[in-house]
Nanobody
Framework: QVQLVESGGGLVQAGGSLRLSCAAS????????MGWFRQAPGKEREFVSA????????YYADSVKGRFTISRDNAKNTVNLQMNSLKPEDTAVYYC?????????????????WGQGTQVIVSS
C-alpha cells in the first residue's frame, strides 16, 4: 500500500513560483515511477510531469516544458514539482501519482496510487 500526501499549493500571481511536494509512505519508494497530474474545473485530469524510478529521466507536458521541474529525493521519499513563470491556465488541483511499471506513463490509467491533491490558483 502506498500513501501519497501533497503539499505546497496556494494562491500566486501570474509570473510567480510555487514548489509542490509529495511525501510517500512506502519502503521501496525508489522503485516507483512518480508523476504529477492536474485537473482544472470542468476538465479531465491531465499529465504534467513524471520521473523514472531507475534513471531519473524526466518527462513534461508541452504546456509546462521549460517552466516546471520535477525532482525526487529517494532518501526522503519525496517528489517535488518546482513551478516557475506560472500562468492563470496553470490553475488546477495538482495530484501526485505513483506506479511500479517499467517506464513512467502519461495517462491517468498508468498509475495505481494517487494523493488527495493540492490546489494551485494563479491570478492574472
Amino acid at each position: 500500500q502506498v500513501q501519497l500526501v501533497e503539499s505546497g499549493g496556494g494562491l500566486v500571481q501570474a509570473g510567480g513560483s510555487l514548489r509542490l511536494s509529495c511525501a510517500a509512505s512506502v519502503r521501496t519508494f525508489s522503485a516507483y515511477n512518480m508523476g504529477w497530474f492536474r485537473q482544472a474545473p470542468g476538465k479531465e485530469r491531465e499529465f504534467v510531469s513524471a520521473i523514472s524510478w531507475s534513471s531519473g529521466r524526466t518527462y513534461y507536458a508541452d504546456s509546462v516544458k521549460g517552466r516546471f521541474t520535477i525532482s525526487r529525493d529517494n532518501a526522503k521519499n519525496t517528489v517535488n514539482l518546482q513551478m516557475n513563470s506560472l500562468k492563470p491556465e496553470d490553475t488546477a488541483v495538482y495530484y501526485c501519482a505513483a506506479d511500479l511499471d517499467g517506464l513512467p506513463g502519461f495517462h491517468v490509467t498508468d498509475y495505481g496510487y494517487w494523493g488527495q491533491g493540492t490546489q494551485v490558483i494563479v491570478s492574472s
